[in-house]
Structure formats: structure tokens, C-alpha cells
């Protein structure tokens, strides 16, 4: 089965950029996505297709996938952003997540 | 725009059967796929499945194959989760989600979750 690895926690201060990666056997060859979920709520997709936004997310919000490594990267970070993410990507009729990181904003 | 609206939080007993439900409105039922996500108490997000209902192609996580059952309602416009016989360990928050494109499997919409709950 194919597997997605990330780090449980990031930890970024208010202002600055927070980097989330995750990786897996040439990912840049799938289509990476981003989910954010905040406690008690549904994920919300941040990031489709690599680096494509959904409408209504903020441009802070940016993603980059090549060889094995897909990152989220947030810049200007914000209290609000503080939230579980996963990635996500699918192949031969399989999605897979993440294990999700948790991003502190501190 | 999609709306996916589930049915409310279950509770049973190991051994019951059990069917959730996914109710799709917005635009066309048969044109999008829908997949079914577990979310495990303080855990992450699982993939379990995914139905097209126009044909009704359904694809299994191999983790949940055999384990339960996706189907689709297209009079409806519903989608379900089933259980023959239920574990403790199936307690978890169930998500139904649903890709734009029916070409590329990201999730733009997702329902609210149904929480089930397991316990003798």
C-alpha cells in the first residue's frame, strides 16, 4: 500500500512562514491536496492539485510537490491557522492521507 | 454548489447492523464521485471508499474491504455507509466528502460527519 509520512507538530510564531511536508515514493508524480481541520469541525480543503487554491482561501496559503516531497507552506501566519493538516494524494483507484500534523501558533 | 448533509449520531451495540446516510444536493448526483472518511477518536483521516453513482463504481480502501458496504440511492440523491455486524473499534466520527472534478480525487465538499458510537 502506498504510504503518506508527516511530522505531528509544527510549531511557527505569528508572522512568519510554517512549512508543512509530506512525503511518499515519487509523490511529485501524483496530485497532492491539503485538508485543514479544526477541532470539532469538518477538513476543509486548502491546497488541490499541488498549488491551486480553492476560491475563498487566503493567498498565504501555498503548495509545491516534486520527487518524493509535497510541502504546505504558510506565510504570514495567523492565530486562526492554528489547526490540524493533512495531504492527501490518489492512485490507482486509492486515495491516501497523511497522518496529519499539528500546527501550533505560538 | 454541493451541499452534503449527513444523518445524525449513532448508537449501538457489537453485533448490530447499522446504515448512514449522505444526502447530495446542488448540482447533478450521478456526475460526482462520493466517498466515505473515518476519523477515529483523536486520530487522523482514513480513506474507506468511494462510489460514482451514475454506474455505481465502487472502489474499497484495502483496509475496509469487506468490511462495509457503499451504495448509492440515485432517486435520492443519497449515499450510505452499512455495517452487517459492528465493532467497538468502529467508533469514530464518519465523514461522506465529495470531489469537483471527476477526474481527480480531491475533496472539495464534505458533510458535517456522523458520529457512531459503539458500546455494549
Known amino acids: 500500500s502506498y504510504d503518506l509520512t508527516q511530522p505531528p507538530s509544527v510549531s511557527v510564531s505569528p508572522g512568519q512562514t510554517a512549512s508543512i511536508t509530506c512525503s511518499g515514493d515519487k509523490l511529485g508524480d501524483k496530485y497532492a491536496s491539503w485538508y485543514q481541520q479544526k477541532p470539532g469541525q469538518s477538513p476543509v480543503l486548502v491546497i488541490y492539485q499541488d498549488n491551486k487554491r480553492p476560491s475563498g482561501i487566503p493567498e498565504r496559503f501555498s503548495g509545491s510537490n516534486s520527487g518524493n516531497t509535497a510541502t504546505l507552506t504558510i506565510s504570514g501566519t495567523q492565530a486562526i491557522d492554528e489547526a490540524d493538516y493533512y495531504c492527501?494524494?490518489?492512485?490507482?483507484?486509492?486515495?491516501?492521507f497523511g497522518g496529519g500534523t499539528k500546527l501550533t501558533v505560538l | 454548489e454541493v451541499q452534503l448533509v449527513q444523518s445524525g449520531p449513532e448508537v449501538r451495540k457489537p453485533g448490530e447492523s447499522l446504515k448512514i446516510s449522505c444526502k447530495h444536493s446542488?448540482?447533478?448526483?450521478?456526475?460526482?464521485?462520493i466517498g466515505w472518511v473515518r476519523q477515529m477518536p483523536g486520530k487522523g483521516l482514513e480513506w474507506m471508499g468511494i462510489i460514482y453513482p451514475g454506474d455505481s463504481d465502487t472502489r474499497y480502501s484495502p483496509s475496509f474491504q469487506g468490511q462495509v458496504t457503499i451504495s448509492a440511492d440515485k432517486s435520492i440523491t443519497t449515499a450510505y455507509l452499512q455495517w452487517s455486524r459492528l465493532e467497538a473499534s468502529d467508533t469514530a466520527i464518519y465523514y461522506c466528502?465529495?470531489?469537483?472534478?471527476?477526474?481527480?480525487?480531491?475533496?472539495?465538499?464534505w458533510g458535517q460527519g456522523t458520529l457512531v458510537t459503539v458500546s455494549s
Open positions: 466528502a465529495s470531489p469537483r472534478d471527476s477526474s481527480d480525487w480531491h475533496f472539495d465538499y
Open positions: 492527501q494524494a490518489w492512485d490507482s483507484s486509492a486515495v491516501v
Open positions: 446542488g448540482y447533478s448526483f450521478t456526475n460526482y464521485w
